[in-house]
T-cell receptor
Framework: AQKVTQAQTEISVVEKEDVTLDCVYETRDTTYYLFWYKQPPSGELVFLIRRNSFDEQNEISGRYSWNFQKSTSSFNFTITASQVVDSAVYFCALRGSSASKIIFGSGTRLSIRP | EAQVTQNPRYLITVTGKKLTVTCSQNMNHEYMSWYRQDPGLGLRQIYYSMNVEVTDKGDVPEGYKVSRKEKRNFPLILESPSPNQTSLYFC???????????????FGSGTQLSVL
């Protein structure tokens, strides 16, 4: 069975602080894909990143960075120097070898206080 | 503009009154899917379709129907809505011919459904 766990239900930090959102996944597939999506207060779902299981290289995009570690089955997301516009619900997701299904975590609500 | 269009954005109905939420994509995507979002549960897949006339159940299909008569449309039908179907619904699509390493789901704006 596949599973995605986002243990942090809500996080609140002050602007300019760094914050890390945790994601732990379970799958028996040897090839799989991990995603992060952002859902701002307006409600739409915005794709942030996709990572393939055979590529453990970490990725940085501006203030955003992702740490993929197969040894701990984790795909954590860090926002550096957070801003109020980063306030959103963030979802981690997993797609295994099946083309039909993407499993989402329960989401982490991030609030950035001015 | 490439997009997935859902309608309506908001819907309030009463128990038992059949309703349809429409979903249309203009990207010629083969794969389409419906999700519901509930607090603390994330997004759960209701139904998906790999192509025209090919549909299958997701994790929470009870009380829902779908059809895929045309590639661009994938309506979600609630034959007899109940209060436990009050939720935020999302339609999504993606191309299947793309290598999985390049996959990306495109989501609609969501439909907030309230069943009284």
């Amino acid at each position: 069975a596949q599973k995605v766990t986002q243990a942090q239900t809500e996080i609140s930090v002050v602007e300019k602080e760094d914050v890390t959102l945790d994601c732990v996944y379970e799958t028996r597939d040897t090839t799989y894909y991990l995603f992060w999506y952002k859902q701002p207060p307006s409600g739409e779902l915005v794709f942030l990143i996709r990572r393939n299981s055979f590529d453990e290289q970490n990725e940085i995009s501006g203030r955003y960075s992702w740490n993929f570690q197969k040894s701990t089955s984790s795909f954590n997301f860090t926002i550096t120097a957070s801003q109020v516009v980063d306030s959103a619900v963030y979802f981690c997701a997993l797609r295994g070898s099946s083309a039909s299904k993407i499993i989402f975590g329960s989401g982490t609500r991030l609030s950035i206080r001015p | 503009e490439a997009q997935v269009t859902q309608n309506p954005r908001y819907l309030i109905t009463v128990t038992g009154k059949k309703l349809t939420v429409t979903c249309s994509q203009n990207m010629n995507h083969e794969y389409m899917s419906w999700y519901r979002q509930d607090p603390g549960l994330g997004l759960r897949q209701i139904y998906y379709s790999m192509n025209v006339e090919v549909t299958d159940k997701g994790d929470v299909p009870e009380g829902y129907k779908v059809s895929r008569k045309e590639k661009r449309n994938f309506p979600l039908i609630l034959e007899s809505p109940s209060p436990n179907q009050t939720s935020l619904y999302f339609c999504a699509s993606r191309r299947t011919g793309t290598p999985p390493s390049n996959e990306k789901l495109f989501f609609g704006s969501g439909t907030q459904l309230s069943v009284l």
